[in-house]
């Protein structure tokens, strides 16, 4: 299967959030037993973050996350990044792929 592309705009400094309704002939997938991983990388390969990714099994739905503290770190303003499921069986395949764009803010939030 061919993955979907979706690009991510991640703010630097921000907490970033994105869930994705994973879905076959328009039915959200039942997701149970499935684990995904995803990560983000430089256009050389080279690891800029792991994604933090949740999975709602019953609704389909997966969810990747970085915490401020983690995009506070980045130094790059652009990457790769991809999200794999991996079935029950231990099948990983990529879903969903795409780029990413790191945004620099003006604001410095202060940690709670």
Do not use: C
């Amino acid at each position: 299967m061919e993955p979907a592309n979706h690009k991510l705009n991640i703010y630097i400094g921000a907490d970033f959030e994105q869930s994705f309704v994973l879905t076959v002939g328009g039915v959200a997938m039942d997701l149970t037993g499935y684990s995904a991983e995803s990560q983000i990388r430089d256009t050389h390969g080279r690891l800029i973050a792991d994604l933090t990714v949740a999975v709602v099994a019953a609704e389909g739905r997966v969810t990747v996350s970085l915490l401020r503290a983690d995009t506070a770190l980045i130094q790059r303003s652009s990457g790769e990044w991809d999200l794999f499921l991996i079935n029950p069986s231990g099948k990983a395949e990529p879903y969903i792929s795409g780029s990413v764009e790191f945004w620099r803010t003006s604001t410095v939030v202060a940690d709670a």
